[in-house]
């Protein structure tokens, strides 16, 4: 007779615990090998402990071309600039960190902190010298990993780094924001939750920015439209579907009349979608 106790465990269980073992052991793991047991470890780890250990792992191999914020979209500070246009350019973009530009964008003379021009207009003067407010400037190439720029970023206290292609030129920005995002997913501050209370917000360009997960047949009662909501449940699925993939921050798709660019997404999701409606063709009469 076998005195030995049934196993509790099921075929799932038991095949974890023996890698487990195996890393216990110091037996050498490949980081696929280390990827296939998260994704087999329902019962050890929640979803977003998964989620988290997961965006670890790629954090190692993941470049900064691959996640930051392209030139396009970075909004900047023009150093010639007036107090009055710095200050509406902070309180319409929500930020509080900005590169400051000279005569064009691959001139990035220094980053302002918003809390230092804040202390400014407690003491108000006319020849304000922005100079005196700029910090230094952080730049790296886009082919850094994000590890390596996580640990930068903790060794120099910055929170902002410049992207540069090849040949010198910007080709966008990062914040510490950013590469913690691709570890914990999206971290909404104060700004991002405004722009959450409402499915659809209007701009002065005609433009819209639309969350990704706004269901198809809400946007069309918003724009009078006819997009298919059978064949797409959000805005999100439908420029994914259309595109064929994930795409990247400052992508355009144009389908049904209207024109869609990715503003707010990570490696995971399409978070915020800026859309605008096509002109139509001129018919001949």
């Known amino acids: 007779m076998n005195d030995k106790p049934p196993s509790t465990n099921g075929p799932g269980k038991s095949g974890l615990m ?3 073992l195996r890393a216990i052991k110091g037996e050498p793991w ?16 929640d979803a977003e402990e ?4 997961a965006g670890v792992l790629e954090v190692a191999e993941t470049q900064v071309r691959d996640v ?3 030139r396009s979209q970075m909004v900047v500070i023009e150093r010639e600039q007036s107090l009055d246009d710095m200050l509406k350019v ?3 973009s929500g930020h509080s960190r900005f590169p400051v530009i000279g005569e064009d964008r691959d001139e990035v003379v220094g980053v302002l902190l918003a809390k230092d021009l804040l202390r400014h207009l407690t003491n108000p003067d006319d020849d304000m010298d922005i100079g005196t407010y700029l910090r230094p400037v952080t730049v790296i190439p886009e082919s850094k990993r994000l590890n390596a720029l996580l640990k930068e970023f903790r060794d120099t206290h910055n929170h902002m780094a410049i992207v540069v292609d090849e040949y010198g030129g910007v080709c966008g920005l990062l914040t510490i924001e950013d590469v913690l995002e691709e570890i914990v997913g999206e971290i909404d501050d104060e700004h991002d939750r405004e722009e959450a209370d409402c499915i659809v917000q209007g701009n002065d360009d005609d433009s819209f920015l639309v969350r990704a997960l706004t269901r198809i047949d809400d946007f069309n009662d918003h724009f009078e439209s006819a997009l298919d909501d059978e064949m797409y449940d959000t805005v999100g699925g439908l420029v994914m579907h259309e595109l064929g993939r994930l795409p ?17 997404a990570d490696r995971r999701r399409i978070d915020t979608l800026r859309v605008k409606r096509l002109q139509p063709a001129n018919d001949d009469d």
């Open 18 to 20: 023996t890698r487990v």
């Open 30 to 45: 490949s980081r696929e090998e280390i990827q296939d047991l998260l994704q087999q470890a329902e019962s050890v780890f």
């Open 50 to 53: 998964q989620i988290m250990l």
């Open 68 to 70: 930051m914020v392209p």
């Open 90 to 92: 902070i309180i319409e």
């Open 248 to 264: 990247r921050r400052g992508e355009n798709l144009d389908f049904g009349g209207f024109e869609f660019r990715v503003v707010k």
